[in-house]
């Protein structure tokens, strides 16, 4: 396992790991031309090398090495970022206390199959005067782009960034941060970036809570609290699939399950269109309900895709 810190380390691995697997197809082609047949015996599969990328902010938990898995099964060279980015925090939020423990998440990252931790510094990543950004319009408008200004900016800057260092072939996100992953798949199509963006399943905690490096900011007494979230989406998933077909009462009945916990707060639920992100006034599609809620000092987030019957 290697770390690397510098853009240009970086982008000189792919491209070796590239130019190294294209060098053994041509040695084997010439080998199987000579012997008459086609021959594996190295256990290389054919063609070119396929990068993959998993981009991280560390403090890794099962649903980042679940994204790691997935990219070890279908990639030959798998590529985690470890980078907090500063542009996707706002001016009040945890960009200082982001918790991070980038001794332990190489060791995991190792074992869940990643060859690669590219893990620069904040001044290697944004030369001194950085002044270009990638913004996408309309899916960044409504859930955590109207509670986060700049959030997804800073997101899609850095996601472009580092597509141009690493130069995947796949990139891995997960669908816990629903909103983040059709911003990605939509800059991507749009800015022509050769990659294709899989989109992984959210890996829970027992009791539902979907796993979140922030999870490690909640009190004992917040934890045990922090299952409602989980619990009020899955009753609007049973709501919707039963034939609700009103958003204001399924947005009413999650609003009220949430109050149940004393610590928490709502930033929003929203009840959208799975393509465009725009709030649906009648359900008669497929729709995301999504929703952010604070318990005291810590931001939680999940969701649910429901497709109402009929
Ligand atoms: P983060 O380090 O929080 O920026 O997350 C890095 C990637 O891991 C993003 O694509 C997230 O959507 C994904 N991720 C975070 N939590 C989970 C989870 N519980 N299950 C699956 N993927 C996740």
Redesign the pocket.
Known sequence: MQVITTKAEMRRLVRTARAYRSAQEASRATHASGAGGSSRADGVEPGPAVVGL???????????L??ARRARSECDLVVMSVFVNPTQFGPEEDLESYPRDLGRDVAVAEEAGVDVVFHPSAAEMYAPGHATWVDVEGLTEHLCGASRPGHFRGVTTVVSKLFAVCEPDRA??????AQ??LVIRRMARDLDQAVEVIV?????ESDGL?????NAYLTPAERAQAPVLRRALVEAEVSISGGERDPRVVVAAVVGRLAEAPSASVDYVEVVSTTDLRPTDRIDGEVLVAAAIRLGATRLIDNVVVSPPG
Do not use: I, N
């Not at 891995?172 to 941060?177: E, P, Q, V």
């Not at 979907?210 to 922030?214: E, F, G, I, Q, W």
């Open positions: 998993v981009p991280t902010m560390g403090f890794l938990h099962e649903g980042h679940s994204l891995y996100f997960g669908s816990k941060d983040q992953a992984c399943p959210t890996m829970r979907a796993m979140s490096s922030r």
